[in-house]
């Protein structure tokens, strides 16, 4: 076998590529392979929401030695810092740690169709997640006020979306500069 091939060899060996049949794949490998682009463009919200709540479950857990929110847990270094705005500001701070932080490292670890079908559904599995967390501190014994409750939510939801849609808009940033 030659080691060079001289640029007449190349035309040639172009023009017999290109004058060569199209050739299909089987049916069985094009819709296999379109199922699979499928699927990871089109995640489902189920798929989405167990990856969110297994991150939830570990980095939410870390958390609380941050802050313990409504008695649970052992940390109180945010609690210290925003009690002085009062227990609804506390609150709702320690809810937007709480889903801000989870959230953050699912920015990470989830691709950007997964992230863009939580943005696609109205943020529902970051709102579901918080509702879950309050039911699993109620299970755990911790007192839940109403209004305390509600403040936690809407800082834990609004801190998730906003997490969410700066992770979207730094990966975006990011593809647009590689």
Same mark, same amino acid.
């Given at each position: 076998?030659? /080691?060079? &091939?001289?640029?007449?060899?190349?035309? /040639?060996?172009?023009?017999?590529?290109?004058?060569?049949? /199209?050739?299909?794949?089987?049916l069985?490998?094009? /819709?296999?392979?379109f199922?699979?682009?499928?699927?990871d463009?089109?995640?489902?919200?189920? $798929?989405?929401?167990?990856?969110?709540?297994?991150?939830h =479950?570990?980095?939410?857990?870390?958390? !609380? &030695?941050?802050?313990?929110?409504?008695?649970?847990?052992r940390?109180?270094?945010?609690m210290?810092?925003?009690?002085? +705005?009062?227990?609804?500001?506390?609150?709702?701070v320690?809810?937007?740690?709480f $889903?801000?932080l989870?959230? !953050?490292? =699912?920015?990470?670890?989830?691709s950007?169709?997964? !992230?863009?079908?939580?943005?696609?559904?109205? +943020?529902?599995?970051?709102?579901?997640?918080?509702?879950?967390?309050?039911?699993?501190?109620?299970?755990?014994?911790a007192e839940?006020? $109403?209004?305390?409750a !509600? =403040?936690w939510?809407?800082?834990?939801?609004?801190?998730?979306?906003?997490?969410?849609?700066?992770?979207?808009?730094?990966?975006?940033?990011? &593809?647009? +500069? =590689?």
């Amino acid at each position: 076998m030659k /080691e060079k &091939i001289d640029a007449k060899e190349w035309a /040639e060996d172009f023009t017999l590529f290109m004058s060569a049949p /199209e050739v299909s794949p089987p049916l069985a490998i094009r /819709e296999a392979i379109f199922g699979f682009v499928h699927r990871d463009l089109n995640p489902s919200v189920w $798929l989405v929401l167990s990856k969110l709540g297994s991150i939830h =479950a570990i980095v939410g857990s870390l958390s !609380l &030695i941050l802050c313990s929110q409504f008695g649970m847990g052992r940390g109180d270094i945010v609690m210290q810092a925003f009690m002085g +705005y009062g227990m609804t500001i506390c609150m709702a701070v320690c809810g937007a740690l709480f $889903l801000g932080l989870t959230t !953050l490292v =699912a920015g990470f670890i989830l691709s950007n169709s997964e !992230l863009k079908k939580m943005r696609k559904t109205g +943020y529902s599995p970051i709102a579901l997640l918080g509702l879950a967390s309050l039911v699993v501190f109620f299970c755990f014994g911790a007192e839940i006020v $109403l209004g305390f409750a !509600l =403040a936690w939510l809407l800082g834990a939801t609004l801190a998730g979306i906003l997490v969410t849609e700066a992770t979207l808009a730094f990966k975006q940033m990011r &593809i647009q +500069y =590689a």
